[in-house]
């Protein structure tokens, strides 16, 4: 299981960490992503970390404002800064085997998902 945590209510520009937790298995051989879903729109990709060699792939709406990470198998963080009303969404983590990838239907567990409101 995944459990993301972190979210809440952040005026734009702030700051939020959003962090998932596993449980019941390793997922030290797995990548981590971080998805995202707004009301009325598709889930889309935020980010993503590879297992093993670190490698990262974020989406060109928040490069350079989020970064991922892992401290250990089986944790991952997602540190959101210079927040924009537009990332206003449900935030999900997900796993997949071994490399990140972009694609939502690529990942085989997902967590709930944890709320983040930003206001204008």
């Known amino acids: 299981q995944l459990q993301a945590s972190g979210g809440g209510l952040v005026q734009a520009g702030g700051s939020l960490r959003l962090s998932c937790a596993a449980s019941g298995r390793t997922f030290s051989n797995y990548a981590l992503g971080w998805f995202r879903q707004a009301p009325g729109k598709e889930r889309e990709f935020v980010a993503a970390v590879s297992c093993c060699g670190g490698s990262t792939l974020y989406a060109d709406s928040v490069k350079g404002r989020f970064t991922i990470s892992r401290d250990n198998a089986n944790t991952v963080y997602l540190q959101m800064n210079s927040l924009e009303p537009e990332d206003t969404a449900v935030y999900y983590c997900?796993?997949?085997?071994?490399?990140?990838?972009?694609?939502?239907?690529?990942?085989?567990?997902w967590g709930q998902g944890t709320l983040v409101t930003v206001s204008s």
């Open positions: 997900a796993a997949r085997g071994v490399l990140a990838t972009r694609g939502v239907y690529h990942y085989d567990y």
